[in-house]
């Protein structure tokens, strides 16, 4: 027997009259404490010395182990040792997995065991650790859900409205998830802008990681444009795509001390994961940009694209080399770029590209399992390359112009 | 046999499941993190039982995927146990989705988690006048630390259906 | 703990936040760095570390006006937490950095180790001290309360 809701309400009000009783609930420290966390006035500077906090702690982290060790190590000891020790110098093979006989730092090298193990390792792997740690932490801690509160109610004053906060927040870990949890949302409209949104714009934990160890200087600008355009082009997508978008509500939860054990088993999780998915993919990318070196693709391509890249973006044509590894790892991408002769404002843009192109394999293949949810994937798959395409030349080209009006490029 | 976690968002579902399981989900404070669902083994009394860890949802009304996904579950396991898990310092948010198990005919336990929230918070809840009710077994717990999670294993195989009429009738009286 | 000591120690502890969370601001700006004994206004990001120590002498301020003893004690607390997100990650970067050694050495040497630790220090690292005594207080009040 069903009841309606009304009878459900009133049958459940009986109980809890009888069962229940609220005593005088005491406004805590703690309590007054996470509503400050909220309040603009209080909560936006207390989520600048977060974000400053995250910042330090990074590059402190990532610092000892990738400055201090693992740098040393690769550049010092391995790499001479598998120029010499690795056999048939000058061949196909060697180019491959060795890469340049003559590089004397592992980002140059360019090969499988040199450039691929010193990226995934020796860079990425310190980066995503310090990455996740402080993002479990502040998970845990129920930070995280008061964040994008806080991060709502500004987008409401400045007028932005039908933003998913807490899937873009997510996505900063890793877009995967972010994608995932956009089923969360009530409508369709919602669930294809926020998937498209954050695939483009919202560049991953290993993404973030890579560009705060390697060109720390540029992330700031690289962060603020890619962030601006994720606003611009939601702001254009609420207006385009018909349907609505309801307002989002998120419950917040009371303030939490981590515990260590599910602090560290949540990071073995991330940590085996990336072992067993990502090194195998950064190693895979390194090769098959180096397969396409070989075969002579790597140059057809640059020549067909030079054009483009030189004329509309404003990037040298060696950057193709590492859009090809996009495909499969953007933290790898951007360690490959960071290797390429540029400017500065040049290595902004390229890394721009890099990030809002396409989205990498694992997030494709995401978007396409999630498209069944949310309108159909031919629907789904033709809007997000349309406003991808979109995105990339305008937003893209634009970034160029703005480099000529300053003068930078 | 299957048990069913069922609750909102950030219950604490997914921690009573690693308790339950021994599993290794991992737990967030953030409501939303678990959408698709997870599914595990455990023994009760020597019997195998498989525990499915259903994505949070509010009411058995599905308003977005991850409820579709819920509610689709909970349908497709018509002879589960279903543990409600609910939130001690919003019980009547919990119960709302209680009832709608109780009312689809499913035998349920009722966990009240996150007891020492409510009890910081001075919240006060009569656990046996409330097993006395709605003749359902009403557990206590700590999901995170452990808490209850014996006694609430303890009360599965007693789980019951509930006449809602003969229920209806006995909550009117009151 | 009268209300009033305890607005004396946030016009304190607040006006040297708010002081040092103004001079990194104004260092940077001008792109000048400047040392004064032990205290230097210098390094990565000076600026964040000045908004946020601008932010956090704001904070311990405005708390004198509040009524509500909890509001006033919970921005007090707030307010420290900041500064040690500053000064906590700064001392964790002095330690991590003493460690590795360079040319061509794996670990660092004593005297190396050693002189990491000699200052001079960022402002926020000389507020830890008392804002961590403040939080201490506060919450050790809290509890005797309730009994």
Request: some cysteine.
């Amino acid at each position: 027997m069903k009841l309606e809701p009304e009878e459900r309400w009133r049958l459940i009000d009986r109980v809890a009259r009888e069962t229940v009783q609220y005593g005088a609930e005491k406004t805590t420290i703690k309590s007054t404490l996470a509503e400050l966390t909220v309040k603009p006035f209080t909560g936006i500077p207390f989520a600048i010395a977060i974000l400053y906090g995250f910042w330090a702690f990074f590059n402190a982290f990532a610092g000892f182990f990738t400055d201090g060790f693992f740098v040393p190590l690769f550049d010092d000891l391995w790499l001479p040792w598998i120029q010499e020790a690795f056999p048939l110098e000058g061949s196909w093979f060697y180019y491959i997995l060795v890469g340049d006989p003559a590089a004397t730092n592992s980002f140059e090298a360019f090969g499988i065991l040199t450039s691929g193990l010193f990226v995934a390792v020796g860079v990425v792997l310190p980066a995503i650790v310090a990455f996740y740690l402080v993002i479990t932490v502040l998970e845990d801690s129920g930070y995280m859900p008061r964040l994008a509160v806080l991060v709502d109610t500004v987008l409401h004053k400045i007028g932005l409205h039908g933003f998913a906060v807490v899937p873009m927040i997510l996505s900063l870990g890793c877009n995967v998830p972010g994608v995932a949890s956009t089923r969360t949302l009530e409508t369709k409209k919602q669930r294809f802008m926020m998937m498209i949104l954050l695939s483009i714009f919202i560049p991953c934990g290993a993404q973030l990681g890579v560009m705060l160890s390697l060109i720390p200087e540029y992330f700031g600008y690289i962060m603020l444009y890619l962030l601006a355009g994720f606003f611009v082009f939601g702001w254009i997508l609420n207006k385009v795509v018909p349907g609505s978008s309801p307002e989002i509500m998120t419950d917040v939860p009371p303030f939490r001390i981590p515990t260590i054990s599910n602090v560290s088993r949540k990071l073995w999780v991330k940590v085996k994961g990336f072992f067993t998915n990502a090194i195998p993919f950064v190693l895979l990318g390194v090769g098959l940009v180096n397969i396409l070196y070989l075969v002579g693709a790597i140059d057809w391509l640059s020549n067909i694209l030079g054009p483009v890249f030189t004329g509309w973006f404003g990037i040298p044509k060696e950057t193709v080399a590492p859009l090809i590894a996009g495909f499969l790892r953007k933290d790898l991408a951007v360690a490959q770029l960071s290797a390429i002769e540029m400017s500065g404002f040049q290595l902004i843009t390229s890394v721009v590209i890099i990030s809002i192109y396409f989205p990498c394999i694992a997030t494709f293949s995401m978007i396409i399992k999630e498209g069944r949810n949310s309108g159909g994937v031919l629907k789904v798959l033709g809007g997000s390359l349309l406003t991808l395409v979109t995105v990339v030349f305008l937003w893209g080209g634009l970034l160029h112009l703005i480099g000529m009006i300053l003068g930078v490029t | 046999m299957t048990i069913l976690l069922m609750g909102h968002p950030n219950v604490g579902k997914s921690a009573v499941f690693n308790r339950l399981t021994g599993a290794n989900i991992t737990e967030s404070n953030y409501p939303g993190t678990t959408v698709d669902f997870t599914e595990g083994h455990t023994f009760i009394a020597g019997k195998e039982y498989r525990i499915i860890d259903v994505p949070g949802t509010f009411s058995t009304e599905p308003k977005d995927e991850a409820e579709r996904v819920a509610l689709d579950i909970l349908e497709e396991h018509e002879d589960a146990v279903v543990i409600v898990v609910i939130d001690s310092t919003k019980v009547e948010r919990g119960l709302y989705l209680a009832f709608e198990v109780l009312e689809r005919g499913y035998p349920a336990v009722i966990a009240l988690n996150m007891w020492d929230d409510a009890e910081r918070q001075n919240i006060n809840i009569d656990v046996s006048r409330l097993e006395e009710i709605l003749e359902v077994p009403v557990v206590p717990t700590v999901a995170i630390s452990g808490k209850g999670i014996y006694r609430l294993v303890e009360k599965i195989p007693s789980a019951t259906q509930v006449d809602i009429k003969d229920l209806k009738e006995k909550i009117s009286e009151l | 703990m009268k209300q009033k000591t305890f607005n004396f120690i946030l016009i304190l502890v607040g006006a040297s936040a708010l002081i040092p969370g103004i001079l990194e601001l104004l260092f940077t700006l001008t792109g000048k760095t400047f040392t004064w004994g032990e205290i230097a206004f210098q390094g990565e990001f000076m600026f964040w570390r000045g908004v946020v120590l601008l932010a956090s002498g704001v904070f311990y301020l405005t708390a004198v006006y509040h009524t509500s003893r909890t509001e006033k004690r919970a921005q007090a607390v707030l307010a420290s937490l900041m500064i040690w997100i500053v000064g906590g990650m700064e001392i964790l970067s002095v330690i991590l950095s003493s460690i590795p050694g360079d040319g061509g050495r794996w670990f660092n040497s004593t005297q190396g180790f050693f002189s990491s630790y000699t200052g001079p220090f960022i402002p926020a690292i000389f507020l830890l001290p008392i804002s961590l005594v403040l939080v201490l207080l506060i919450f050790g009040e809290e509890r005797k309360n309730e009994g």
